[in-house]
């Protein structure tokens, strides 16, 4: 199993160019997360699914969507980046049982946005 | 949102000495559970816990589950070179057992 897989590992985007950062999981996760990590604050929630076919905001979903395209693929789309959302971007699958079950991370996309 | 506030921000310490880092919430948590991060990878599950007053161990690591399901604790001893990274704090959070929150992290370096 490759756990929890994403793409790409760097990036370097243009302000106002688009991206779709991929997140495909082998390990029947139901609930998928996206997180983002910057110096001293820590893994901040952007959106998070509990389930095939749901998604949610978390902490700071301004200037991102995402798709639950099916069970193993969670994506995180960039409609127009900007330099603040220049991050450490991390996806993450957890369940199936979903109650109190850890969290298994990627390992991580770092994004530079110029 | 609901905040985990993590203490210390950051640790140095010598190899050998042990280590005690907290994480506090103004909302009751039912999960408390921590992570490692090692530099440039995604973190990893070092201990999770369930009920308020647990006490968990995994080798020289051991974290405590608060009474009043409003913090918890974990304990390093003995710490050694490869300790060294990031220690977060996380937990279901606003109502949900699938939104999962993390503190800010606790930055851990050990002199050999």
């Known amino acids: 199993n490759a756990g929890v897989t994403q793409t790409p590992k760097f990036q370097v985007l243009k302000t106002g160019q688009s991206m779709t950062l991929q997140c495909a999981q082998d390990?029947?996760?139901?609930?998928m997360y996206w997180y983002r990590q910057d110096p001293g604050m820590g893994l901040r929630l952007i959106y998070y699914?509990?389930?095939?076919?749901?998604?949610d905001k978390g902490e700071v979903p301004n200037g991102y969507n995402v798709s639950r395209l099916n069970k193993r693929e969670f994506s995180l789309r960039l409609e127009s980046a900007a330099p603040s959302q220049t991050s450490v971007y991390f996806c993450?699958?957890?369940?199936?049982?979903?109650?109190?079950?850890?969290?298994?991370f990627g390992q991580g996309t770092r994004l530079t946005v110029v | 949102g609901q905040q985990l506030n993590q203490s210390p921000q950051s640790m140095f310490i010598q190899e050998g000495e042990d280590v005690s880092m907290n994480c506090t919430s103004s909302?009751?948590?039912?999960?408390w559970l921590w992570y490692k991060q090692d530099p440039g990878e995604g973190p990893v599950l070092l201990i999770a816990l369930y009920k308020a007053g647990e006490l968990t161990s995994n080798g020289r690591l051991t974290a405590q589950f608060g009474i009043t399901r409003k913090d918890s604790f974990l304990n390093i001893s003995a710490s050694i070179p490869s300790d060294v990274g990031i220690y977060f704090c996380a937990g279901p959070s606003g109502g949900s057992n699938y939104k999962l929150t993390f503190g800010k992290g606790t930055l851990l370096t050990v002199n050999p």
């Open positions: 993450a699958g957890r369940g199936p049982r979903g109650r109190n079950t850890e969290a298994f």
């Open positions: 699914s509990a389930s095939e076919g749901t998604t």
């Open positions: 909302s009751i948590f039912n999960t």
């Open positions: 390990m029947n996760h139901n609930s």
